[in-house]
């Protein structure tokens, strides 16, 4: 069955520095997304993405964040300097339609220090 | 304002009881609505969704939820929870906006299984 899948599973990093996570989504699906979920709080939307542009973002994702498809199959977020606020769960969607079902990836837990 | 509501933080049952998880959503038009499940270290794994039409559908792992229009409730049943069942499980809602694509989360519920 396919699945999404993304690296790394965890990330350690230093506040300030950029950090880039990798997705790839189900191969057929055309719509993406990334969600966080800080420790003990509810999973939040970040983005969605479609046909190569943002087609929604929430407050959170602000200037410091940006998503990308660099090829057929990735799909990243890249936090340009993180903040130890950033520290959090990510999570990769993918979907067939917008209004269709997400497929979530395991996950990567980023800590910023 | 739109959102999801599990009222259940914690809930403790026996292996080989009854479950049932709550949830609540508010929003003018019912949404598409989700329950997923977390396992320790896993990622969001579907269990269910409800877009229209039978009102009780059926999942995966033996789960199974009832869409009630008169008490906005979307909730989680399972007549025999095994041990594997531990998880936290969330629901989730996809309101019926015009180009609105994100899922909104309640806050989870924590399944604990007693022996």
Same mark, same amino acid.
């Given at each position: 069955?396919?699945?999404?899948?993304?690296?790394?599973?965890?990330?350690?990093?230093?506040?300030?520095?950029?950090?880039?996570?990798?997705?790839?989504?189900?191969?057929?699906?055309?719509?993406?997304?990334?969600?966080?979920?800080?420790?003990?709080?509810?999973?939040?939307?970040?983005?969605?993405?479609?046909?190569?542009?943002?087609?929604?973002?929430?407050?959170?994702?602000?200037?410091?964040?940006?998503?990308?498809?660099?090829?057929? =199959?990735?799909?990243?977020?890249?936090?340009?300097?993180?903040?130890?606020?950033?520290?959090?769960?990510?999570?990769?969607? =993918?979907?067939? %339609? %917008?209004?269709?079902?997400?497929?979530? %990836?395991?996950?990567?837990?980023?800590?910023?220090? | 304002?739109?959102?999801?509501?599990?009222?259940?933080?914690?809930?403790?049952?026996?292996?080989?009881?009854?479950?049932?998880?709550?949830?609540?959503?508010?929003?003018?038009?019912?949404?598409?609505?989700?329950?997923?499940?977390?396992?320790?270290?896993?990622?969001?794994?579907?269990?269910?969704?409800?877009?229209?039409?039978?009102?009780?559908?059926?999942?995966?792992?033996?789960?199974?939820?009832?869409?009630?229009?008169?008490?906005?409730?979307?909730?989680?049943?399972?007549?025999?929870?095994?041990?594997?069942?531990?998880?936290?499980?969330?629901?989730?809602?996809?309101?019926?906006?015009?180009?609105?694509?994100?899922?909104?989360?309640?806050?989870?519920?924590?399944?604990?299984?007693?022996?």
């Amino acid at each position: 069955e396919p699945e999404v899948t993304q690296t790394p599973s965890h990330q350690v990093t230093q506040m300030g520095q950029e950090v880039i996570l990798r997705c790839v989504p189900i191969s057929n699906h055309l719509y993406f997304y990334w969600y966080r979920q800080i420790l003990g709080q509810k999973v939040e939307f970040l983005v969605s993405f479609y046909n190569n542009e943002i087609s929604e973002k929430s407050e959170i994702f602000d200037d410091q964040f940006s998503v990308e498809r660099p090829d057929g =199959s990735n799909f990243t977020l890249k936090i340009r300097s993180t903040k130890l606020e950033d520290s959090a769960m990510y999570f990769c969607a =993918s979907s067939l %339609g %917008g209004r269709e079902t997400q497929y979530f %990836g395991p996950g990567t837990r980023l800590l910023v220090l | 304002a739109q959102s999801v509501t599990q009222p259940d933080i914690h809930i403790t049952v026996s292996e080989g009881a009854s479950l049932e998880l709550r949830c609540n959503y508010s929003y003018g038009a019912t949404p598409y609505l989700f329950w997923y499940v977390q396992s320790p270290g896993q990622g969001l794994q579907l269990l269910l969704k409800y877009f229209s039409g039978d009102t009780l559908v059926q999942g995966i792992k033996g789960f199974e939820a009832e869409f009630k229009r008169s008490q906005s409730s979307f909730n989680l049943r399972k007549p025999s929870v095994h041990w594997s069942d531990a998880a936290e499980y969330f629901c989730a809602a996809l309101p019926l906006g015009r180009s609105n694509y994100q899922l909104i989360w309640g806050a989870g519920t924590k399944l604990i299984i007693k022996p």
